[in-house]
Nanobody, 122 residues
Framework: QEDLVESGGGLVQAGGSLRLSCAAS????????MGWFRQAPGKEREFVAA????????WYTDSVKGRFTISRDNAKNTMYLQMNSLKPEDTAVYYC???????????????WGQGTQVTVSS
């Protein structure tokens, strides 16, 4: 069982930065692939980024490559998403997810946070 809590969302102007955090309360954090997904109003939830258990591999959707950086601190049971050069189209609710078999597919994740709103104004 993993309880996930996101934080760090907010309102920012285009070109600005935000850092999202996802704190996990379970004992299996280091054994989980961790991912970030987002859902904009009227759209389906989409993959943003994911990171492997031991930080060896990261994956990003094309639209955020070069702007977003995913990282994790297994000692703190926390995952991060540094978001730079934000654009209005990044506006969405951002969710963190965890699963030993996680990937870019949201269906592979069994544990989800409640989401944090990111709004980018033009």
């Amino acid at each position: 069982q993993e309880d996930l809590v996101e934080s760090g969302g907010g309102l920012v102007q285009a070109g600005g930065s935000l850092r999202l955090s996802c704190a996990a309360s379970g004992r299996a954090f280091s054994r989980n692939v961790m991912g970030w997904f987002r859902q904009a109003p009227g759209k389906e939830r989409e993959f943003v980024a994911a990171i492997s258990r031991r930080l060896i591999m990261t994956w990003y959707t094309d639209s955020v490559k070069g702007r977003f950086t995913i990282s994790r601190d297994n000692a703190k049971n926390t995952m991060y998403l540094q978001m730079n050069s934000l654009k209005p189209e990044d506006t969405a609710v951002y969710y963190c997810a965890a699963d030993p078999d996680g990937s870019v597919d949201s269906n592979q994740y069994n544990y989800w946070g409640q989401g944090t709103q990111v709004t980018v104004s033009s």
